[in-house]
């Protein structure tokens, strides 16, 4: 299995514009989550599918932050407008049934300048 | 909400000296699991622990979950500089709840 597959690995841009972070999920399994980690804070968890409906969002910061799973083997995460504090790595993560080991993927570098 | 905290933050070690790191969670857990981040890199599944006392082993690494559930330790031994990284825990309060995952222990070791 090619495992949790992210895009873009890195990618910077300026203040203001829109990001779109895209995630494919490991084949045949049906919860998807999306973390942030800083420095800072840590590993946070922004927003978990199952079945490609939303079921806790509770950690997306503000509205900026919007996530979609149009179907079971594609998610984005968009940020717009992006903001200089948006500069983190942003995991996308997949699991069977949302119960069993979280699988990452190699994550999205964004820089915000 | 269920908290996980781990400590050190940070851990310098000599190689060969030992390492342990230690989970603690505001709740009784129902599992937990433990993994590790290689820098750049991202998080990587190492195990799971289900049982209260339950003590599992890979190689120089020795996982325990507390008898009350709230609690388990990372225990390297001997650390070897492949072992740097930062190891997370991740509790689950019960099952089909999401897993919390604690603020990591970074490991540096020097050679």
Redesign the interface.
């Known amino acids: 299995d090619a495992g949790v597959i992210q895009s873009p690995r890195h990618e910077v841009t300026e203040m203001g514009q829109e990001v779109t972070l895209r995630c494919k999920p490991i084949s045949g399994h049906n919860s998807l989550f999306w973390y942030r980690q800083t420095m800072m804070r840590?590993?946070e968890?922004l927003i978990?599918f199952n079945n490609n409906v939303p079921i806790?969002d509770s950690g997306m910061p503000e509205d900026r932050f919007s996530a979609k799973m149009p179907n079971a083997s594609f998610s984005t995460l968009k940020i717009q407008p992006s903001e200089p504090r948006d500069s983190a790595v942003y995991?996308c993560a997949s699991s069977f049934r949302?119960?069993d080991?979280?699988?990452?993927?190699?994550?999205s570098w964004l820089t915000v300048v | 909400g269920q908290q996980v905290m781990q400590i050190p933050q940070y851990q310098h070690v000599q190689e060969g000296e030992d390492f342990t790191t230690y989970c603690n969670s505001s709740t009784t857990l129902s599992n937990i699991q433990w993994y590790k981040q290689r820098p750049g890199g991202h998080p990587v599944f190492l195990i799971q622990l289900v049982k209260s006392g339950e003590v599992k082993k890979q190689k120089r690494l020795t996982f325990q979950f507390g008898e009350a559930k709230k609690n388990s330790s990372l225990h390297i031994t001997a650390t070897q500089t492949t072992d740097v990284g930062t190891y997370f825990c991740a509790g689950r309060r019960n099952a089909g709840n999401m897993l919390t995952f604690g603020g990591g222990t970074r490991l540096m070791v020097k050679p």
Request: aromatic share 26%.
């Open positions: 840590g590993l968890l978990y806790d995991f949302g119960e080991t979280i699988y990452f993927g190699e994550g």
